[in-house]
């Protein structure tokens, strides 16, 4: 069995701390299933990687693999720079021989920083221009060759950025299959012929809702589940608020 890399770092809210605390002790109690309720707690009370990191490896320990990979890709969503995240998710899916999900080259590029970094990098690049094309005529001062520089320069981050900015919102749609041989149903009805039937921890990208019931598209097809059968990484989960369809 391998040991799957702990984080050791508590968070700073009272609760979460209080919550975080419980969870390491339980861990190492070997009580798996109130340590991923602990780490659950002071995630909800205050999001940080490690935390997630650790309740993906509580869940894992329970044998739950859905739960596991959906807490380790909470945690690179947080900080795509946590190594021990991406190491244990990778274990994860080669041991239970599932495939990582498809990504856009954007989104590729979007997961190379937080992804709040790629908004303000973008909205900063974009003032930044428009500062330094207009400041100096609504100042009535002649426009210098180095402000001339730095609109070229901000430009260049603006149009380098917004791509991977646009990669954070459609990987947003990015969620996670939780129950097992969940069947994948041409049409949103209790009584509709299964396309097939998905593994839990399976990759899929939400595409829309209807009533209690999601059209997701998976690398082996598209088509409806029940809405408490998939999990988003993206956190908060609000694009399954919707109660209707949504194009």
């Keep these: 069995m391998v040991n799957l890399a702990m984080s050791g770092v508590a968070q700073p809210s009272v609760v979460s701390t209080n919550s975080f605390a419980m969870g390491d002790a339980a861990y190492r109690a070997g009580d798996f299933a109130a340590a991923a309720e ?22 894992w320990r329970r044998g ?18 946590d190594k021990n995240a991406r190491n244990n998710l990778r274990f994860a899916r080669q041991a239970a021989q599932l495939e990582a999900p498809e990504l856009r080259w954007y989104e590729v590029a979007s997961g190379w920083l937080p992804v709040n970094w790629w908004a303000w ?3 900063g ?3 930044t221009v428009v500062g330094a094309l207009t400041l100096p005529g609504v100042l009535r001062l002649r426009r210098a060759s180095w402000q001339q520089a730095v609109a070229a320069l901000a430009l260049g981050f603006f149009l380098l950025s917004l791509p991977a ?15 097992k041989d969940t069947p994948l149903r041409l049409t949103p009805t209790a009584g509709a012929e299964a396309i097939t039937r998905l593994v839990a921890g ?46």
Excluded: K
Aim: aromatic residues 10%.
């Design 202 to 247: 399976e990759p899929a990208r939400w595409v829309r809702a209807r009533g209690n019931y999601l059209f997701i598209r998976t690398n082996r097809g598209a088509g409806w589940i029940e809405r408490g059968q998939f999990a988003l990484i993206c956190r908060p989960v609000t694009l399954l608020d919707a109660s209707t369809e949504t194009l």
């Design 121 to 123: 990098i973008v909205g």
């Design 64 to 81: 739950h693999t859905a739960e596991a990979i959906l807490a380790w890709e909470q945690a690179l969503w947080v900080n795509p720079f």
């Design 125 to 127: 690049s974009l003032w």
């Design 38 to 59: 602990a780490y659950r707690a002071s995630a909800a009370a205050q999001l940080a990687s490690g935390t997630l990191q650790n309740l993906g490896n509580a869940e």
């Design 165 to 179: 900015h646009l990669g954070t919102m459609t990987r947003a749609r990015l969620g996670v299959v939780l129950p």
